[in-house]
Nanobody, 123 residues
Framework: QVQLVQSGGGSVQVGEFLRLTCEAS???????MGWFRQAPGAEREMVAS???????FYADYVEGRFTISQGNTKNTLDLEMNSLKPEDAGIYYC??????????????????WGQGTQVTVSS
């Protein structure tokens, strides 16, 4: 099972930028990779995914503002978050699932998880 360790995140003002990074114990292009967000009192939901062909998915509310990509090594996954809004706040998790051309969106389909990182956006 691939091991995932996250870095990045923190507190920013509305409209600012953050980058989250997920360091994997294997090449990320060998898995379905996803970023999930969990707001207080809410269920964990998919924000973005990257499949083994390089195809991406974005939740409607981040489309055009967030970018998921392989990072600066083959074992890293980034989530670049632009124009952050207060409603983007929460705990963000990276996750890995079995490789497929279209990544699942349900968190229960993902078998490896990072430790989570808090993102706070203040107005």
């Amino acid at each position: 099972q691939v091991q995932l360790v996250q870095s990045g995140g923190g507190s920013v003002q509305v409209g600012e930028f953050l980058r989250l990074t997920c360091e994997a114990s294997a090449k990320v292009n060998g898995y379905c990779m996803g970023w999930f967000r969990q707001a207080p009192g809410a269920e964990r939901e998919m924000v973005a995914s990257l499949d083994i062909t390089g195809g991406t998915f974005y939740a409607d509310y981040v489309e055009g503002r967030f970018t998921i990509s392989q990072g600066n090594t083959k074992n890293t996954l980034d989530l670049e978050m632009n124009s952050l809004k207060p409603e983007d706040a929460g705990i963000y998790y990276c996750a890995a699932a079995a490789p497929r051309r279209v990544c699942p969106r349900a968190p229960e389909r993902y078998t490896s998880w990072g430790q989570g990182t808090q993102v706070t956006v203040s107005s």
